[in-house]
């Protein structure tokens, strides 16, 4: 039975794990299917309802039936919706009272379609009520498909009666897309929230931000990326409260609805950001070169009033262009201090204050200065926040580039679908497209949302969610994904996921949370980052103090240079894009290759793997065995061993029961009806008939275990053996009536694949339930180190154990259910396209396209990314170590001379602009395939 269900506290896969499990201790078949974001589940299991509910609130988790009720489709002409924000806001008004209502709506048109529970009239009365005009539309008031004819007239284009939505009925149940796809996508996070974030110039905002968020009762984790200014919070708790909290640090925050609205918001952004900063970079480059000009020719003296007057004249203009062309520097310091910190706007706000004053002091009052300290720093206020300018405008430019493998899947969506509708075939705004609805789509056109094929045959190009090369044939009833594109032919097709439920919603989803995250290895740079202001004031400021007491004449000269070039020569920026801007480009380049790689801990892990494990079947073979030889006992009848085999197989998914079916099916026997069925996991599975005879299926171990004798077919056992054979034994009434031969080819990339995972140094082991002999033939023909055969899923579990306590780094690829344990155990878990979910949920690396070469890509691009990491963490840290000490004046003794604050600030822009650039190599990454 099929039981649909509301639940509550359940916060995440680990949760539904549990119950999982406890639901199938007293139903082995039982399964449990939960939407982490509205907590409904769909549970599949013999039990009744109410031991259902009762299993589960046993565990903790409060559970009731979910009433089904009928929504209805209201299509609208909206007035005066202009962006995303509009539709959300109008949209949580209707959740407010209906909270399975939505709304989708065309900006270019302004048309809508509402789902909703909610009467026309309500609907309409929100809608109004918000200041949005509406008012309600007709199906054949929609924007048609406007085609010409010969005579160059626009008309209507209409369908057949076959692809009318009449001819062809709706299912009754949603469609399904296969696991290959939409299982790897599947999200396994807690519910988040996701802000974009602003004025944040460094790794100590971050911290402050970071602090800040963590302080919000009800959040669990919150994770920030520097390198986008975005912020991913885990818990349960509000958008308002999150805001507030970052506002109240002293910084911007938005709460973001949709990953489309995030690419545009930070390109429109950055566009303005780098607009500005180029100007206030030519303003203040345009004050100062000249006046360090005038200095190095002229000098700047202050010996008379007219020499003070005119220098007083350009201090008041340095002041007016530092505040133009820098105050977000100073307002940044000024919020920062408020909330009782520090970050880079601190240290160039004291550095060029600092030079602003004592300058001014200069033409003020010269007398209180020797005469050998009263040098002007105008230029150098002027010119260092010139180059910061210019140094974020370089940057900014580079950052922007690291968002192409998210712009990439975004571009993928098309804005517009061929719908049929009562009749007419129009063209819509894919928001407005909903399931059941029928799409047309033509040679060069691309999928608009996930769907099934109704009718038509084409080849598809699915390289851009998969990574696979060679276009795939669809014909009727095979699943088509949204972001793929017709290269030949043409399909009608009935869409099953549309929005966010879409496989290429999910990827782009999964990416963009995975470049949020944090590889272990920023830990160290965040730590540093959190008390690097503070530490470096604390530098400037003892400087200071020793060139005043030991330093020689002019002291005050010295103590102002030296401080000032602490003060910007240090850099927390390049501290704080070392780690994310590399993760976000490594991440992302990985789903160019069709790998999703959950998170910033499995990146890091998978760069250091020594050992990986391998399933075969489904693995290492192809997944679709073949059954190539029968063997009866002496009383044995083919067609009762055939009606026995389909009547214990007809309901398992297991690859070897799908070979078996195949072959009872193609010698035409019905399935034999089967009592008391039970699956014995990594045996077998037992049975008996009506008469109440007992029958077992399974492997050598289930025939030894209940003490079957195997001794008459010894013989065919070794002949199948040495042919590297899986064997299935068959026992009736404790005889053994029958054995099955069934092989399973290897793939044609597995050796290629393991070769360059040889190559990059990692130790293989295969774990098998088959025969030692099969496993062996295997290990041998793919150059496998080590073996282990006849295992079940609690021996793989515990050899997995065993490889970690020998300090082993272990990674696990697996594709049945099986191997979900052990690919939980494993350091790093990898789950092939081809998947079961159950073992696509466990994994950390999901590859989307079924081959082996996936985990070489994985591995090699991991490395290069960690590598890229390590470089730009070093080249920040020994920057930093360098550059520091010798503003400081560590090299005065030898050179006699202090490194000009212009200098300091030209480097300190470098450094940023180096990391970022650095980063930006792994774009150009490309696996070395044979």
């Known amino acids: 039975m099929a039981y649909q269900l509301q639940l509550e506290g359940v916060s995440c896969n680990s949760c539904v794990n549990k119950i999982r499990r406890q639901i199938q201790q007293l139903d082995s078949d039982g399964d449990i299917q939960v939407d982490l974001e ?154 988040s929230i996701q802000l974009a974030l602003s004025g944040l110039t460094c790794a100590a905002c971050v911290s402050s931000v970071q602090k800040a968020l963590d302080a919000v009762p009800g959040v669990d984790r919150a994770e920030i990326n520097f390198a986008n200014r975005t912020a991913q919070v885990m818990g349960s708790v509000t958008d308002a409260a999150l805001i507030d909290a970052v506002i109240e640090a002293g910084y911007g925050a938005e709460a973001i609805q949709d990953p489309e609205q995030l690419e545009r918001q930070q390109q429109q952004q950055r566009q303005q950001e780098m607009k500005e900063k180029r100007r206030n970079s030519l303003l203040a480059l345009g004050l100062g070169l000249p006046m360090m000009a005038w200095g190095m020719a002229f000098g700047m003296a ?72 009263r040098g002007l720093y105008f230029e150098a ?38 719908v049929l509708r009562d009749g007419i075939e129009q063209e819509l705004a894919v928001e407005l497209v909903q399931p059941g609805d029928l799409i047309r789509l033509r040679t060069g056109e691309t999928v608009a949302v996930d769907g099934e094929v109704e009718q038509g045959d084409a080849l598809l190009d699915e390289s851009m969610l998969t990574g696979e090369p060679l276009p795939v044939a669809k014909t009727a009833g095979d699943a088509v994904a949204a972001g793929t594109m017709n290269t030949q032919g043409a ?206 299926l399974g492997n050598r171990r289930l025939m030894q275990q209940q003490g079957i004798d195997l001794s008459p077919m010894a013989g065919v056992e070794q002949r199948w053996q040495q042919q590297a054979w899986t064997q299935v034994y068959l026992a009736y009434q404790g005889q053994l009536l029958a054995m099955v031969a069934i092989t399973d080819p290897l793939r044609e990339d597995a050796a290629p694949a393991l070769q360059r995972l040889h190559r990059q140094g990692v130790k293989l082991v295969m774990l098998t339930g088959d025969n030692s002999a099969s496993a062996e033939a295997v290990s041998q023909q793919l150059g496998i180190d080590e073996f282990q055969a006849e295992l079940l899923p609690q021996h793989k579990l515990d050899y997995v154990a065993q490889l970690q306590q020998r300090g082993e780094v272990v990674a696990m690829v697996g594709d049945g259910i099986n191997d979900a344990p052990a690919l939980s155990l494993a350091d790093v878990s990898f789950a092939i396209g081809s998947g079961t979910d159950v073992a696509i949920e466990s994994a950390d690396v999901a590859l989307m396209h079924d081959s082996l070469d996936g985990l070489a890509d994985a591995v090699e691009l991991s490395r290069a990314t960690l590598t890229n990491i390590r470089q730009n963490l070093w080249g920040a840290f020994i920057y930093n ?28 822009s470098l450094s940023s602009v180096t990391v970022v650039t650095n980063a930006n190599r792994l774009r150009l990454f490309r696996v070395q395939r044979s």
Not at 367 to 373: I, R
Not at 585 to 592: T, V
Request: hydrophobic share 45%; glycine share 8%; aromatic share 4%.
């Open 302 to 373: 202050v010996e008379t009033p007219t020499q003070q007057l005119g220098w007083g004249l350009v201090g008041l203009l340095t002041l007016l262009v530092m505040g133009f062309c820098g105050g977000h520097f100073f307002t940044g310091a000024w919020k920062t201090l408020r909330n009782r910190g520090a970050n880079m706007d601190s240290l160039i706000a004291l550095g060029t204050g600092s030079a602003w004053l004592y300058s001014m002091l200069v033409v003020l009052w010269p007398e209180l200065l020797p005469a050998q300290s």
């Open 881 to 908: 170590s360098i550059g520091i000490p010798i503003a400081a004046g560590l090299l005065f003794p030898l050179t006699g001379m202090l490194l000009n604050p212009v200098v300091a600030g030209l480097a300190m």
């Open 491 to 696: 399909l009608l097709y009935r869409a099953t996921r549309v929005g966010r439920d879409t496989v290429l919603a999910g990827i782009i989803s999964m990416v963009q949370q995975a470049q949020n995250s944090k590889p272990p290895i920023s830990r160290m740079a965040d730590r540093v980052a959190s008390v690097f202001v503070p530490v470096v004031i604390l530098i400037a400021l003892a400087s200071a103090m020793l060139w005043w007491l030991l330093g020689p004449e002019p002291k005050a000269v010295y103590m102002l240079v030296s401080s000032v070039t602490v003060l910007i020569i240090a850099c927390p920026c390049a501290l704080g894009l070392a780690t994310p801007i590399s993760t976000m480009i490594g991440i992302g380049k990985a789903a160019e290759l069709g790998v999703l790689i959950r998170n910033g801990d499995a990146l890091q892990r998978a760069s250091e793997i020594t050992t990986l494990v391998l399933d075969k079947t489904g693995t290492l073979t192809q997944g679709r065995p073949d059954v190539v030889e029968l063997e009866l006992a002496e009383s044995a009848e083919s067609r009762q061993v055939l009606n026995l085999i389909h009547g214990l197989e007809k309901n398992s998914q297991h690859p070897l029961a799908a070979a078996l079916n195949r072959y009872c099916d193609s010698q035409g026997v019905e399935p034999l009806d089967v009592q008391g069925f039970e699956t014995l996991d990594g045996l077998g599975v037992r049975a008996r008939t009506e008469a109440g005879e007992s029958v077992l």
């Open 38 to 191: 509205t907590l409904q589940a769909q549970v599949n299991s013999r039990l009744a309802l109410t031991e259902v509910i009762d299993t589960i609130a046993q565990l903790g988790y409060p559970a009731s039936e979910l009433q089904s009720k009928t929504s209805n489709r209201i299509l609208l002409q909206l007035e005066g919706v202009s962006c995303n924000g509009c539709v959300n806001k109008i949209r949580q008004q209707i959740q407010q009272r209906d909270s399975d209502g939505d709304i989708q709506v065309d900006l270019d048109s302004l048309q809508a379609e509402v789902s909703s529970k909610l009467a026309e009239a309500e609907v309409l009365e929100l809608i109004r009520a918000l200041g949005y005009p509406a008012q309600v539309l007709e199906p054949s008031e929609l924007t048609p498909l406007a085609s010409c004819d010969s005579a160059g007239q626009d008309k209507l284009v209409p369908t057949t009666s076959v692809e009318s939505p009449s001819a062809i009925p709706s299912p009754s149940i949603p469609i399904e897309a296969p696991a290959s796809l939409t299982a790897s996508v599947r999200d396994g996070s807690e519910p």
């Open 381 to 418: 206020s002027a010119l260092i926040i010139g180059l910061v300018n210019l140094g974020q405008v370089l940057e900014l430019r580079a950052r922007g580039q690291t968002q192409q493998a998210i712009r990439g899947l975004l571009d993928l969506q098309p804005k517009r679908a061929r």
